[in-house]
């Protein structure tokens, strides 16, 4: 059964300060691994899609890196604002019998001190 | 451009009652999706269709109904509510013909059960 890790469940930060979000999982045969931000009282907004062959994927000041045979992600947030808090969340897709089978991480609920 | 849109926002019910969560997208997507968030299990896959009159089981689906008569409409229905099935239920989707494609997710709803 595919486990999905997010270390720290909270985390603070000074703004301005470079932070990296932990994800880990036990299954590595993965199709893709995407992260989200989720504001309280919202929905999940994308951030970030890494396909299983892929090594990272950049958008402005995010970077995601995937390790699949370590079982591990990162999102990398350069120069952290404080509208960047929220909670972040992974997930990993795989194909299970012939059905997708989605896995979410419980979080790390983010705030960036100004 | 409105995207992924959920109604109700807010619904609280009685045990027993039939409820009908509606999950509307403005995109035409192939692929959408029901999750439910929880406290302490994060999110969890209810159903997904792959188009109009194709649905497929997700981990948790035992008490819930699903249709897709129309490719933008996807509604997700308790037959007879339960309290452990109040919860934030989301509704996504995906661009493109995969079903592994970045996922886009609605507003959610809050449903109570009393």
């Known amino acids: 059964k595919q486990e999905v890790t997010q270390i720290p469940a909270a985390l603070s930060v000074p703004e301005g300060e470079n932070l990296v979000l932990n994800c880990s999982f036990t299954?590595?045969?993965?199709?893709?691994l995407q992260w989200f931000r989720q504001d309280p009282g919202k929905g999940l907004t994308s951030l970030l899609l890494?396909?299983?062959?892929?090594r990272e994927q950049t958008s402005g000041r995010l970077n995601a890196s995937l390790d699949k045979s370590s079982g591990r992600s990162t999102l990398y947030i350069a120069a952290s604002q404080p509208g960047d808090s929220a909670t972040y969340l992974c997930?990993?897709?795989?194909?299970?019998?012939?059905?997708?089978?989605?896995?979410f991480g419980t979080g790390t609920k983010l705030q960036v001190i100004p | 451009d409105a995207g992924i849109t959920q109604s109700p926002r807010y619904k609280i019910t009685e045990t027993g009652r039939q409820v009908t969560l509606m999950c509307h997208q403005t995109?035409?997507?192939?692929?959408m999706f029901w999750y439910r968030q929880d406290l302490g299990h994060g999110l969890r896959l209810i159903y997904y269709?792959?188009?109009?009159?194709?649905?497929d089981k997700g981990e948790v689906p035992d008490g819930y109904v699903v249709s897709r008569s129309k490719t933008e409409n996807f509604p997700l229905t308790l037959e007879s509510a339960t309290r452990s099935q109040t919860s934030v239920y989301f509704c996504?989707?995906?661009?493109?013909?995969?079903?592994?494609?970045?996922?886009?997710f609605g507003p959610g709803t809050r449903l109570t059960v009393l």
């Open positions: 997930a990993v897709r795989m194909n299970s019998g012939g059905y997708q089978k989605v896995t």
């Open positions: 299954d590595s045969a993965i199709y893709n």
């Open positions: 890494i396909q299983s062959s892929q």
């Open positions: 995109w035409s997507h192939s692929y």
């Open positions: 269709s792959a188009a109009a009159d194709i649905t």
């Open positions: 996504a989707t995906t661009f493109g013909v995969s079903s592994y494609n970045e996922q886009f």
